[in-house]
């Protein structure tokens, strides 16, 4: 895809959604941290409607350990692989108040060592909490990428590479936002909605839908 296309492309989808953001519940960097860390092979609507119960209790790495393993595991056992993640996620609040106060360090180095936590999430963690132009690849950008032709790779690392290398500054904090809804919602995997696609007539995907 040149140049001209793909600043046409983003344009476009900037124009549709100037302010978007994840559909992940939180108000703090430490609620989308563990909000990020609950998602993994689990869908953002779980999460949330585990979340809502659970913050309003322990919203902080300290009340979050207050309740134990089998009280954290209480609010969280309707996601996807909540024994570990309960696990992970005790690790990380006690590792945050031993090593960064209480608070999520904005810091890629500090974050991946948090259990549970590998660059995706740290990625997300910094720029939604925290602004910077950081795109974190999960499936939906990695399909949207190479399906459009926006940025291929055959790797969720070499499509966050390119897409780094190719998009420009005016959209990077918030194209991973626009890719994700637009892989959840219209450019959806077994059969995307091309016929109500904004973008459709940019897109270089061979076998488009009606």
């Not at 344009?11 to 609620?31: A, C, G, M, V």
């Not at 005790?90 to 999520?104: A, S």
């Not at 910077?132 to 590479?161: C, F, Q």
Request: net charge positive; hydrophobic share 40%; charged share 25%.
């Amino acid at each position: 895809m040149n140049k001209e296309k793909r600043i046409e492309m983003l344009t476009r989808l900037r124009d549709d959604n100037p302010t978007p953001t994840t559909e992940l519940n939180f108000s703090s960097p430490f609620e989308l941290l563990i909000a990020v860390l609950l998602s993994a092979q689990a869908t953002d609507v779980s999460v949330n409607k585990a979340t809502d119960k659970l913050y309003p209790v322990a919203n902080t790495p300290q009340a979050i350990l207050d309740l134990g393993l089998d009280g954290l595991k209480s609010y969280i056992k309707t996601i996807g692989l909540f024994n570990t993640k309960a696990v992970n996620t005790l690790k990380t609040c006690q590792m945050l108040i031993d090593l960064h106060g209480g608070e999520v360090p904005e810091n890629r180095a500090a974050l991946e060592a948090l259990p549970g936590v590998g660059r995706k999430t740290a990625n997300v963690v910094l720029n939604t909490a925290f602004g910077w132009p950081t795109i974190a690849v999960d499936t939906h950008i990695y399909r949207v990428s190479n399906r459009t032709k926006l940025a291929m790779g055959k790797t969720v690392e070499k499509v966050e590479e390119k897409l780094l290398k190719v998009i420009p500054a005016e959209f990077k904090v918030d194209v991973h936002h626009w890719l994700i809804l637009h892989g959840r919602y219209t450019c959806i995997a077994r059969k995307p909605r091309c016929g109500s696609c904004i973008i459709e007539d940019l897109c270089e995907f061979k076998d488009k839908t009606e």
